[in-house]
């Protein structure tokens, strides 16, 4: 998986030093929350202001923290870098209609918002 999302990211981008990035990133959230996982249930913190009994985690929490995690954090780096390339490559004499990757492209993404919930909806069929 790691390699494949490295070839597909050097294809998107064009780049070298850019996908090994959004891959490190990737990778430091998913530590941080496979590691804040572990230390609130498995270890016990934070089970008396929760309410919970600490004890040996479920075998497909992580898997699924793992798919949700890397998914989400993968889209959002994709989404950011696409914007800055667009930006980097876009002519000097045409005004951007839209905010641009540095000063303001994470509050500019109202698509993976809207989409987001849609694709947990019981109710809705693929559209292919």
């Given at each position: 998986m790691?390699?494949?999302?490295?070839i597909?990211?050097t294809?998107?981008?064009?780049?070298?030093?850019?996908?090994?990035?959004?891959?490190?990133m990737?990778?430091l959230s998913?530590s941080?929350a496979f590691?804040?996982l572990?230390?609130?249930?498995?270890?016990?913190?934070?089970?008396n202001?929760?309410?919970?009994t600490a004890?040996?985690?479920d075998?497909t929490?992580?898997?699924l923290?793992f798919?949700?995690?890397f998914g989400?954090s993968?889209?959002y780096?994709?989404?950011?870098?696409?914007r800055m390339?667009?930006?980097w490559?876009?002519?000097?004499?045409?005004?951007?209609?839209?905010?641009?990757a540095?000063?303001g492209?994470?509050?500019?993404?109202p698509a993976?918002?809207?989409?987001?919930?849609?694709?947990?909806s019981?109710?809705?069929?693929?559209a292919?």
């Open positions: 790691l390699i494949t999302t490295l597909v990211l294809v998107l981008l064009r780049s070298v030093v850019l996908p090994f990035k959004a891959v490190l990737n990778a998913l941080a590691r804040a572990v230390w609130v249930f498995d270890q016990g913190h934070l089970s202001i929760l309410g919970f004890g040996p985690l075998p929490i992580p898997v923290l798919c949700v995690v989400l993968m889209d780096e994709v989404f950011l870098l696409t390339q667009e930006a490559f876009a002519p000097a004499t045409i005004a951007p209609r839209s905010p641009t540095s000063n492209a994470a509050a500019w993404s993976p918002r809207r989409s987001w919930p849609a694709s947990f019981p109710s809705r069929s693929p292919w």
